[in-house]
């Protein structure tokens, strides 16, 4: 391709012939394992997460087997694990929910939005050619298979893997002797989430490098789509409270194994066993952690609300309703992030006048989201709504994350917290927010952006159904949580029918878990839609949604170096029927005014 | 629209690594936000995540140091606020030289930029060397956490008693005690002989079925005598500030001792100064890296930035030395 | 497929989300999957402000939810005509949005804060009816006897059975032995994670007689499931006899065992 018209802006060369290095075998190993270029590692974090995503949720599908039915056998899994004749060991049961919470969170959504898509789609919404520092993005994902390994192997260590739930407080989860899975699991799970934090770390400081340094031409920062935005603040996140938990983490793990005693009080004796030195204080530990792992809820979320918001503009055909206040509430909510860690403790023996403060911080938290759902609202109303896939899911995160934001209210409410903490009103709370928000966003995103990964797209039918049954499933599994916590159902119980308030609660139990198998099943054709799409996919053009943004510029799938053409910024990213001009989308690069547009052709 | 924002600023330092060799694709520009060069900027970045690292240990000190009931004194752990200043300059002085290195190198003053930098790396390594001399001091005298528990007790309580009477009664111990017992009294200095009365006495009261908790105070008085304010601290004799007790004088008994507080201080301490002596680590061994390249002006940004961490990690030890040492 | 009717069917899919939303809430109070039975002077308030809290949300939600509807339903791009709207936003709009929720959520932080207090700031001047140590995996308790202090050779020992009298103040002293705990009462609204290390005071006051589960909420071990205890609330009356024969029974089984904890 020449560099004359490799400079000129220009569209017309519509197919992906610039492909990146073809080369031989040679190329391979560099071009798709030790890859440095940020499309490929966008994508080997996909295919990572969603295998792991499988594990999360087959692991969920043994946890609601035993809440719905205790003790008995269970199916296909049971013979795996068999320890009873396929019944499972209530230690098994808390290892299941502590690893099924450790791979969702850790292993699937935030390595998923930050890691496969802020790697995919920022240098590419921006106009970069690749990330800032490559090679360090290439080690960001290498550095998720050392904690791969590391959760992966806990499951075959002896007394198994880490079971003190995925808040893993002390001293259940210091003290070795307190319960049988304490030993080397605990460990490896402590190993293995400092090397996520170690690759979060490195993924955020080059993406923060990249989004300031690297936007092409004319890509002001206000003119940034909002999935930019969220990117970049997720980053923020990152960079700043990750540390917390990475110290956190060595010194939980300076407790087990060298003998400090940073989060156990003097003399505190477990099971009989010898004394600990100690001096040190349990709740520092949850300080520590939810300083950390409340913002990081907001991480697994920010990026979805993103990339939310860009598929609801270009499905209603509309302007981003309020991009400037979208913009300042994601600040907000990342913000104010910091400094709402406690309503997670307001049951723990911290100070109760703390508590007033922590929840008065927590419901003005919910201002920058309540400016969010409505600017979503305004942005479909008078839009023309094209019901494709992607946009389904993206409506149903709106729809669900108001769900699990409303049920957050309750939590803020210090004294309604005094009944509902630890029941399944939070367990309900976390799966709308996480699944029904963040994974329906993330489908959402996978669905509109597969053409540019692959080049193809998706089957819409099979999408359609996807998303019916997933919508259907999810709701039934865990709307009814919500009920289940206003009884005052506890989590983490391997079993609460011997419970005169809880006794009756098992057929509902039962009727969720039916939901859940129904919903895991249906993933069976989002899989199964995925893969073929991948190779047999009709192809698709550089911009099969009549999108804006700069990536729908680039080839799909974008060769090495992303773009064939230098790109230059000339609006924001929503500007979709806007009055007085023939196409009903004017994309970031299309030249200011017609005449400008003719004399391009002209010139080409 | 804004006409402005379409002029192509002039694209700062591809330095990314990027190999250009595949077939030309369009070398594009950007516009960036900051006039910053991509390496200054992310080594910014990444010393806010230190930071917040630091941060956090820091605030872990100090909650666990003010929510505990109490907490040794300097001399009661074998600390010594000369060296701990002594290392504080060192640092501070590897901060200059470093700066200096980077002087001489935009100068293109190769030589004596490695000079500097030389210097540099002697200092922090001799920052390293103290350091490990004054943690050798802690572990000879037990100051060090270990699972399930180390030798250090809050009290001279009942548990005290008996994990002292079980080190007496190990039989390496029984062996060298009877060895002590037997030697002529001719063959022991002055201080030794008193030191085998009162060990005498010791394994008396903790053998004893009914000891009482004054008894074990006077025991774990013997073991390692705490200096007390009054009793003049620094400078009646001994050595590092306190009276020679059992543990000092026959090193191999390795007795229980009692120090208030001191598990938590020794598992601060070490994990203070053990993450500040590692990112040290990292540094010289970036230092000796660059040892081997030619310090002009063309590496200078890479002899800023490891300056920048340097810089880092000198600020942070100057938290770290008051509080451990001065309060 | 014509598209107007998959339109059509995804609003609906989309309606059925407040319609069944409200209807699982109001269906699960007939069939006794709601609240449990409150037994404890705070608990109305508790319970009243997750009522206000619920109906406002449920306003929320219905509003919210139905505006999704509607717009599904109405701007189904296959039923309309000419483009869609171009609008960047609104002023106007945006600062109704932030201040109205704004208004209503300081409302709900500074109207809860008395409920807050008075179960876990306003602690009655008493000294402990009945100290409660949680261990892996059981309720240990200690009454103060007769003499009604702690610590005493008179203190009488239990394992998960707690009794309290009826309309008395009763303050609890919450301890740890081994991990953490969460002492729960699901029908006194009470829950307070037991902390190694900590001593922390609970209280309540029961308004009714009869016998409730005690639940461990925090995660300690394998066992978590089954530390489960019972209260008792009876009159004073009752109360009294019940302590001088579970004393009696202590004296007559192990003599020693009170002087030997008192030690401790
Ligand atoms: C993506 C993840 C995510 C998100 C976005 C949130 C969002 C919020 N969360 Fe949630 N939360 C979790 C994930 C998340 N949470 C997890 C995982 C836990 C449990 C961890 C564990 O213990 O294992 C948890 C637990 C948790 C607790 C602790 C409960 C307990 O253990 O007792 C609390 C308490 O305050 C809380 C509150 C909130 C609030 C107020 C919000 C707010 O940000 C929500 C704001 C949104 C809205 C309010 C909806 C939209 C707004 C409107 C429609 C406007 C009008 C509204 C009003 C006027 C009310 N959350
Ligand atoms: C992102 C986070 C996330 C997600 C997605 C989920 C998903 C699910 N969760 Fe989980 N959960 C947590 C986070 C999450 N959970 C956390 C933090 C806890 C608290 C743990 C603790 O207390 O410590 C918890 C606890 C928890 C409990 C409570 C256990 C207890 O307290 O006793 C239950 C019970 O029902 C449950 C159920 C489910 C179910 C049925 C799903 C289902 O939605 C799962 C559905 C799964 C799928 C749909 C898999 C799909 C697979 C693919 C898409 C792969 C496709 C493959 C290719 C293309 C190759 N979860
Ligand atoms: Cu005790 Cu859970
Ligand atoms: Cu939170």
Known sequence: MSTATATTPSLTHGDAHHGGPQGGLSHFLSTYVFSKDHKVIGLQFLFSTLLWFLVGGLLALAVRWQVAWPWSDVPVLGKLFAQQGGQMAPEFYTMLFTMHATVMIFLVIIPILAGAFGNFLIPLMIGADDMAFPTLNMLSYWFMWPAFFAFGASFFVEGGAASGGWTSYPTLSTNVASSPSSGWGQTLWLVGLTFVGVSSMLGSVNYMT??????????????????????????????????????????????????????????????????????????????????????????????????????????????????????????????????????????????????????????????????????????LWGGRIEFTTSMLFAISFVSMFIIGGLSGIFMAATPVDIFIHDTYFIVAHFHYVLFAGTAMGVWAGIYFWFPKMFGRTMNEFWGKVHFFLTFIFLNGTFFTMHILGAVGFPRRLADAYHYETFHHLQPLNAFMTYCAIGMVASQVIFAANFIYSMFWGPKAGRNPWNANTLEWTAPSPPGHGNFDFQPVVHRGPYEYSVPGVDKDHLMQTDPPNEAAARAAAAAH | MNASAITIPHDHGHSGGHDDGHHGHVHLQYQPGLPLSRGKLIMWLFLSTE??????????????????????????????????????????????????????????????????????????????????????????????????????????????????????????????????????????????????????????????????????????????????????????????????????????????????????????????????????????????????????????????NIGLYWHFVDLVWIFLFPLLYLF | ?????????????????????????????????????????????????????????????????????????????????????????????????????????????????????????????????????????????????????????????????????????????????????????????????????????????????????????????????????????????????WLDEQYAKQEATQPEAAAGAAAD
């Open chain 2, 51 to 304: 930071i917040m690292f630091f941060a956090a240990l820091l605030g872990s000190y100090v909650v666990l140091r003010f929510g505990a009931p109490v907490w040794p004194k300097p001399h009661h752990v074998h600390l010594s606020e000369p060296i701990g200043a002594f290392n504080t300059f060192v640092l501070i002085c590897s901060s200059v030289t470093i700066v200096l290195a980077l002087e001489a190198a935009k100068a293109s003053k190769t030589g004596l930029a490695k000079f500097w930098m030389l210097l540099t790396l002697l200092l922090g390594s001799l920052f390293l060397g103290i350091k490990a001399y004054e943690y050798q001091a802690k572990f000879s005298h037990g100051i060090y956490p270990v699972h399930p528990r180390g030798l250090i007790y809050e009290r001279p309580d009942l548990y005290y008693g008996s994990a002292v009477r079980a080190r007496l009664g190990e039989p390496a111990i029984i062996d060298r005690l009877k060895d002590l017992d037997e030697t002529p009294a001719d063959q022991l200095t002055a201080e030794q002989r008193t030191a085998r009365t009162s060990l005498q006495q010791v394994r008396k009261m903790v053998g004893s079925p009914d000891q009482q908790p004054f008894d074990l105070a006077v025991v774990a008085d013997q073991i390692m005598p705490l200096p007390t304010a009054h009793v003049g601290g620094d400078h009646d004799g001994g050595h590092n500030g306190h009276a020679r007790g059992l543990n000092d004088i026959f090193p191999w008994l390795r007795l229980p001792i009692v120090i208030p507080g001191g598990n938590m201080w020794a598992s601060t301490y070490f994990l203070l100064t053990g993450f500040h002596a590692v990112h040290v680590a990292v540094g010289l061994l970036v230092f000796a890296i660059l040892l081997g390249y030619t310090l002009g002006p063309k590496n200078a940004p890479m002899i800023e």
């Open chain 1, 210 to 379: 990249t989004i300031i340094l690297m936007r092409a031409p004319g890509m002001t920062m206000f003119r940034l789509p909002m999935t930019i935005w969220a990117m970049f603040i997720t980053a923020v996140l990152q960079a700043f409270a990750l540390p917390v938990l990475t110290a956190a983490g060595f010194m939980q793990l300076f407790d087990r194994t060298l003998g400090t005693g940073f989060f156990s009080p003097e003399g505190n004796i477990v099971n009989n066993a010898v004394p600990g030195a100690g001096g040190g204080q349990p709740l520092l530990w949850q300080h520590l952690f939810w300083f950390y792992s409340h913002p990081a809820v907001y991480i697994m979320i920010l990026p979805a609300m993103g990339m939310v918001s860009d598929i609801l503009t270009v499905f209603a055909r509309k302007p981003l309703f309020g991009y400037r206040p979208m913009v300042y509430s994601i600040a907000g909510i990342a913000g104010l992030g910091f400094i709402v860690w406690g309503h997670h403790m307001f049951m723990s023996g911290m100070n109760p006048a703390l508590g007033i403060t922590f929840m008065v911080s927590t419901m003005m938290i919910a201002l920058p989201s309540a400016v969010k759902t409505f600017n979503w609202l305004g942005t």
């Open chain 3, 1 to 241: 497929m014509n598209s107007r009717i998959a339109g059509i069917f995804w609003a609906l899919l989309f309606l059925l989300v407040p319609i069944l939303g409200v209807a699982v809430f109001a269906v699960a109070p007939a069939y006794d999957h709601w609240l449990p039975k409150n037994v404890a002077a705070h608990g109305p308030s508790i319970d009243g402000l997750f009522y206000f809290i619920l109906a406002l949300t449920g306003v929320v939600f219905i509003v919210t939810e139905l505006l999704l509807f509607w717009f599904m339903w109405k701007y189904d791009a296959s039923q309309a005509r000419g483009p869609a709207t171009y609008v960047q936003g609104s002023h106007t709009l945006e600062l109704v949005w932030t201040i109205i929720p704004a208004a209503t959520l300081l409302f709900i932080a500074i109207y809860q804060m008395n409920a807050w207090a008075d179960v876990k700031m306003r602690r009655p001047r008493m000294s402990p009816t009945v100290e409660v140590v949680a261990r892996q995996f059981e309720w240990r308790l200690r009454y103060p006897g007769r003499d009604g202090t702690l610590g005493t050779p008179d203190d009488l020992f239990l394992v998960n059975d707690l009794h309290v009298p009826m309309d008395e103040d009763v303050l609890i002293q919450l301890k740890s032995m081994d991990v953490l705990h969460s002492f729960f009462l699901p029908n006194l609204r009470i829950k307070q994670d037991a902390v190694p290390g900590m001593k922390i005071p609970v209280w309540f006051k029961a308004t009714e007689t009869g016998s409730y589960d005690i639940v461990c909420a925090e995660l300690c071990g394998w066992g978590h499931y089954k530390m489960k205890g019972r209260i008792t609330i009876e009159s004073r009356e009752d109360f009294n006899r």
